[in-house]
């Protein structure tokens, strides 16, 4: 009999690591307040919010495992309004369930980014988004419920759109125009394919002996900028036009005047700077290796066209 696993969120993690569980034969419910997903045999697409308790135990009744990948406006407040909540409702009914939760993460508590950050490395960072993934990542430490949280760098591949790898690269490169990035085009920076990151997630969710730990996500070594772009422009077979960076400052300047960029600019620092993970341990640990990038290039660049996305 195929497992059953809950996904709650269908952004491009949460969508990803449901058509990787399906098309291993599993049987997938995916929840979302809107009903979407996958449309795949093995995937039952639910509409359900997860702050109801009564619909999240109708929602892992019978689940294995579950994978939260909810997300909420890129800006603190919202995250510190909504997140711990819904991360608690969800552990809580994943307990009564018998479930395992898995996470994922990002860098954004780590305390030492100037250092090769690694799963021994410091996950005590203090004030706005980078706090509250802290304050996450304590939360789950203490729950009574078995957890594992899988850190990604940026993403990039199928369906993802916000992310700087994401369109903001993407519909510049595609379309032949300059390319602006911020930061710098030339510090190294880790860079995490999502299918590599869903692979990590459903393995740990598999394993036992790889619970109740922060793992990082199979990626490859740090590249720059520039060089993800370069990389999706040979992809599709396009010349790359060329690459700018708006420095860190100017967002900072920039942000005193716009929220959005605000929150853009809190996180400069990562580009400003090599910005490096290493999945050393956890590559060993899942027996898993990250995807080569001209093959993981070639496979975002073909969704970006097959799905018309600008």
């Known amino acids: 009999m195929s497992e059953i696993y809950v996904v709650t969120g269908a952004?491009?993690?949460?969508?990803?690591?449901?058509?990787q569980l399906a098309d291993q034969g599993n049987t997938v419910r995916i929840a979302t307040r809107s009903g979407s997903g996958p449309d795949h045999r093995f995937v039952e697409r639910v509409t359900a919010d997860v702050q109801d308790p009564a619909a999240l135990r109708r929602l892992m009744a019978g689940a294995t495992a579950v994978f939260h990948c909810i997300h909420a406006a890129y800006n603190a407040k919202d995250w510190e309004a909504e997140l711990p909540r819904a991360e608690q409702k969800v552990l809580a009914a994943a307990k009564d369930?018998?479930?395992?939760?898995?996470?994922?993460?990002?860098?954004y508590s780590y305390s030492e980014p100037g250092r090769v950050m690694t799963e021994a490395s410091p996950r005590s960072a203090t004030g706005g988004k980078r706090g509250v993934r802290?304050?996450?990542?304590?939360?789950?430490a203490v729950s009574a419920t078995h957890t594992v949280s899988v850190v990604?760098?940026?993403?990039f591949g199928p369906r993802v759109l916000m992310a700087h790898g994401g369109e903001r690269m993407l519909s510049a490169v595609l379309s032949g125009k300059r390319l602006q990035v911020?930061?710098?085009?030339?510090?190294?920076?880790?860079?995490?394919?999502?299918?590599?990151?869903?692979?990590?997630?459903?393995r740990a969710a598999q394993a036992p002996e790889l619970w109740n730990k922060v793992w990082h996500a199979p990626t490859l070594p740090a590249i720059t900028q520039r060089?993800?772009?370069a990389s999706?422009?040979?992809?599709?077979?396009?010349?790359l036009k060329g690459v700018s960076a708006i420095p860190g400052p100017v967002m900072?300047?920039?942000?005193?005047?716009?929220?959005?960029?605000?929150?853009?600019?809190?996180?400069?620092?990562?580009?400003?700077?090599?910005?490096?993970?290493?999945?050393?341990?956890?590559?060993?640990?899942?027996?898993?290796?990250?995807?080569?990038?001209?093959?993981?290039?070639?496979?975002?660049v073909g969704w970006w066209r097959a799905s018309g996305a600008k």
């Open 134 to 140: 802290t304050a996450l990542l304590a939360a789950r």
């Open 11 to 19: 952004g491009p993690v949460g969508w990803t690591i449901a058509e």
């Open 252 to 300: 900072r300047l920039a942000g005193l005047f716009s929220a959005d960029l605000r929150e853009i600019a809190e996180m400069a620092y990562q580009f400003e700077k090599p910005f490096v993970m290493d999945s050393t341990a956890s590559e060993a640990a899942f027996g898993l290796k990250p995807t080569p990038l001209p093959d993981a290039a070639a496979a975002t």
């Open 97 to 107: 369930a018998g479930a395992v939760v898995i996470f994922p993460e990002s860098l």
């Open 152 to 155: 990604a760098g940026d993403f």
């Open 227 to 229: 060089q993800l772009a």
């Open 182 to 202: 911020i930061g710098s085009t030339r510090q190294p920076h880790s860079f995490t394919y999502v299918p590599d990151l869903a692979a990590a997630m459903i």
């Open 232 to 239: 999706f422009a040979d992809a599709a077979g396009v010349p």
